[in-house]
């Protein structure tokens, strides 16, 4: 009798053992939101420029993103999953334009801690009106990711 309870005691505890092994422990530190990374250029040097001030939210809901920031480099424009574009008013230096972006969503594996994310990728951005201040925009990654890397230049 003695050795079945021994025997049982030293699987139980074995399997205990195991069980506290086998989880991972950490956290998610990795960044689990995609946006498009926005980088300015003057248009006509075709350099890197940031904007005095910037002022960017979503208009079709409240979200503000940068409220007369100064000297923004990149801008980062947060894409709603749920939808399959996303609009933006966007003023540099006092100046107003209006652009949405169309994207497809596709959940993509980020870590066993942090678990699925969605990526976008980008099919095009449009102005509502023809542009004001922002002259022409370039793409140079059309997968919007959570790492760190420019998606669109903005000539302005």
Do not use: W
């Not at 980062?76 to 609009?87: E, G, P």
């Not at 994207?103 to 023809?130: A, R, V, W």
């Amino acid at each position: 009798m003695r050795k079945v309870f021994t025997g049982s005691l030293l699987i139980l505890v074995s399997g205990f053992i195991l069980f506290i092994l086998s989880c991972t422990q950490g956290s998610c530190f990795e960044e689990t939101k995609s946006s498009i990374k926005a980088t300015f250029y003057n248009d006509i040097t075709h350099k890197p420029a940031a904007p005095d001030t910037l002022s960017l939210h979503g208009l079709n809901n409240d979200s503000l993103i940068y409220d007369r920031s100064l000297k923004v480099q990149p801008a980062i424009f947060q894409l709603k999953a749920s939808d399959l574009s996303s609009s933006f008013v966007i003023t540099i230096n006092g100046i107003s334009d209006t652009l949405t972006a169309y994207y497809s969503n596709y959940p993509h594996f980020i870590s066993k801690e942090c678990g699925y994310t969605f990526y976008q990728h980008l099919d095009t951005i449009m102005p509502y009106t023809h542009f004001h201040i922002i002259k022409s925009i370039e793409y140079t990654n059309k997968t919007i990711s959570n790492l760190n890397g420019e998606n669109i230049k903005i000539f302005y």
